[in-house]
């Protein structure tokens, strides 16, 4: 009996199809085109005053006020009356720590207030800020 060897020649006119990739690109090309959002400027440019005594703020302690009075510290929400011993043992983390208050639009004022007051009394700097 003859032997038969088996060889694989590789077929050099093997080519990658690649108009279904670029129909893929094309279709995602149109479609963040369509849904981005673009930025409708007013039309004149208004001139800024320039600030003389700004100071970089890098706040420390962050804490938001939202609308159901609730103030919410490391992603836990606390009432006004709860929060003292949590900003004392943050403030004694960091004694240069300056803080920020991010106030909901329908907070109450008087929440911001507190809290506000409550930084002061640790002698924390603050700056409120609505969303």
């Known amino acids: 009996m003859a032997r038969r060897s088996r060889t694989v020649v590789a077929d050099e006119g093997?080519?990658?199809?690649?108009?279904?990739?670029?129909?893929?690109?094309?279709?995602?090309?149109?479609?963040?085109?369509?849904?981005?959002?673009?930025?409708k400027t007013p039309g004149l440019e208004p001139i800024k005053p320039e600030a003389?005594?700004?100071?970089?703020?890098?706040?420390?302690?962050?804490?938001?006020?939202?609308s159901s009075s609730n103030v919410w510290i490391d992603k836990k929400p606390y009432k006004l009356e709860e929060i003292r011993p949590i900003l004392t043992s943050l403030r004694d983390e960091t004694p240069k720590?300056?803080?920020?208050?991010?106030?909901?639009?329908?907070?109450?004022?008087?929440?911001?207030?507190?809290?506000?007051?409550?930084?002061?009394?640790l002698g924390v700097?603050?700056?409120v800020g609505t969303e």
Do not use: K
């Open 14 to 39: 093997t080519e990658l199809n690649m108009t279904p990739m670029l129909d893929v690109v094309f279709i995602l090309l149109i479609f963040f085109i369509v849904t981005s959002v673009f930025v």
């Open 52 to 66: 003389l005594t700004d100071q970089a703020w890098n706040p420390t302690i962050l804490v938001a006020v939202d």
């Open 97 to 121: 720590a300056n803080a920020i208050i991010q106030a909901d639009r329908n907070a109450d004022v008087g929440t911001v207030m507190g809290v506000q007051e409550l930084f002061q009394d």
């Open 125 to 127: 700097i603050t700056r």
